[in-house]
């Protein structure tokens, strides 16, 4: 039944309509998220998917998420239609914006509960995960400025063997993970692999801003190929977090 008698919608119109719209501008593939509380409706949807001609499980892949819980005051925010105190996707981003809405909604195995910590996650401190993040980026931005005034370009010189620090060799390793990681996340369909891979590569870049100087460390002192090399490992870095931030639809900022 897709119209009641009543002439009202019923419940599986609006996912009629949205696959619908998917199959008409072009895509081959939709992904439905579901709330584990939904798991029956999974058979409906695939004799949905069957009745525009396609191929169940193959043009339509239906993903089951756990519920998310929202903390505030270190209480879960009730969520309950009866009592009028439902929770929209709005009323999250109005509290704390839409990059921390989307990150913290991502870092998250589907698996798993999400607790969301609204009071977290509008702190601008690195125990916010989203902001932990977003700083790196920005330092990265930040040293480039900086190094550029005192004369380190990257087209000066490039020397990789001169990159012998251990914070070096850590920070070299996890950049070369990335194309594993995001490979992964998206034929496990598992996004929060995205996430806790840019955590810990704004981890390990920080520690390596702390070890290694981009800059000269007086003024007139000699620019070698060291600070030019690292330059681009700091370069490597920012294009990185940048890309990994951009899958997740949360911004790069430059300055924070």
């Not at 008409?24 to 409706?41: K, N, P, Q, T, V």
């Not at 191929?55 to 879960?76: A, F, Y």
Request: with cysteine; aromatic share 8%; net charge negative.
């Amino acid at each position: 039944m897709v119209i009641k008698s009543n002439g009202e919608p019923a419940y599986i119109s609006g996912d009629l309509a949205y696959y619908l719209n998917k199959r008409e501008r072009g895509f081959d593939r939709a992904f439905i998220m579901l709330g584990a509380d939904h798991h029956g409706y999974v058979s409906r949807m695939m004799a949905m998917c069957a009745a525009f001609g396609d191929i169940p499980h193959v043009n339509l892949e239906i993903l089951i998420g756990q519920m998310v819980n929202l903390i505030q005051d270190g209480k879960p925010v009730r969520m309950s239609k009866r009592a009028g105190t439902v929770v929209v996707l709005e009323d999250l981003v109005e509290a704390v914006g839409v990059d921390a809405a989307r990150y913290a909604l991502t870092r998250s195995s589907t698996d798993s509960m999400i607790d969301i910590d609204l009071d977290l996650l509008a702190k601008h401190t690195n125990e916010n995960p989203v902001y932990y993040v977003q700083y790196a980026h920005a330092r990265t931005c930040n040293v480039t400025r900086l190094a550029g005034q005192d004369g380190v370009r990257l087209a000066d010189g490039f020397d990789p063997s001169l990159l012998t620090h251990d914070s070096e060799a850590a920070l070299l390793a996890i950049l070369g993970d990335f194309p594993r990681t995001v490979t992964q996340a998206a034929k496990l369909r598992e996004p929060h692999r995205v996430p806790r891979y840019l955590e810990e590569l704004a981890g390990r870049y920080h520690k390596w801003y702390d070890d290694c100087r981009v800059r000269p460390r007086e003024a007139g002192e000699e620019i070698t190929d060291l600070h030019r090399t690292r330059l681009w490992l700091n370069e490597a870095t920012r294009v990185v977090l940048a890309n990994g931030l951009g899958l997740l639809g949360v911004s790069a900022p430059e300055r924070l």
